[in-house]
């Protein structure tokens, strides 16, 4: 398992001077922001080339909305996560962190066909799975689904509904990230959710109970540790928190509490 962090975290005013301080504190890898990857791609290009931190992901930034009220958003957020998914590839990086929707549904009642329109949503979702699966496959990249707490979404809330997705649409590259914060909230035991999503589980983003980084919480972090190791996870696992204080010393401080329970 490798420690990077998102790169908003990280003091620097270039992305260089991030991933050279990402370095300093401890982290091997540094999730980048999609919204303007494909602007500042040869920048972000060079900046990894003369760093030994690798990019871990691409945190969304596609635009649009998988499950919008018309083709228009459906179709731009299908083609800026087609995208982003061939930049990070190019980049070396994992896959590109995907929310199937923000809040609620935004799909128009269709009742009496389909009373519940999260299932309608879940047919869209897949069809657009597949299409996002062959890109991927091509690429090399994954499309990493983010289940969310309930606060932040209807859809996707635990593990098992985004591997069940995974499962219909049955392409290599459309797999699932863990996200402490929302399993915190929504999974019944983190540890056990995470050993049943074995194998689909290709990211994970790490935040305490409250979102701040993790040891300022009551998140028991050792044993999804474990679990992940139970799994023979490998990937990274990227800080997406608030820093209470001053990054340069919480970061490295971070680091040394998760390698101590890792
Ligand atoms: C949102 O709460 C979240 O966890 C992010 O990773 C989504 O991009
Ligand atoms: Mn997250």
Redesign the pocket.
Known sequence: MKLAVQENLIPGNTILEKLQNAEKYGFEGVEVWGNDLPQRFKEVKDALSASRVKISTV??GYGGDLLGPDRKTREMAIEGIKERLKLCAELGGVGV?T?PTFSGPKIPDLYPWMADVREVEKKILIEECKILGKWADDVGAYVLL?P??RY?THLINRLQQAVEICNVVGAEHVKIMA?F??MNIEEANIAKSIEEAGGYIMHV?LADSNRLLPGYGHTDFKSGFEALKKIGYKNFMAL?CRIPGDPSIELPKCVNYLRSLI
């Open positions: 945190c969304s962190i929310v983010e969310l707490n932040e996200d914060f929302h983003h997406e």
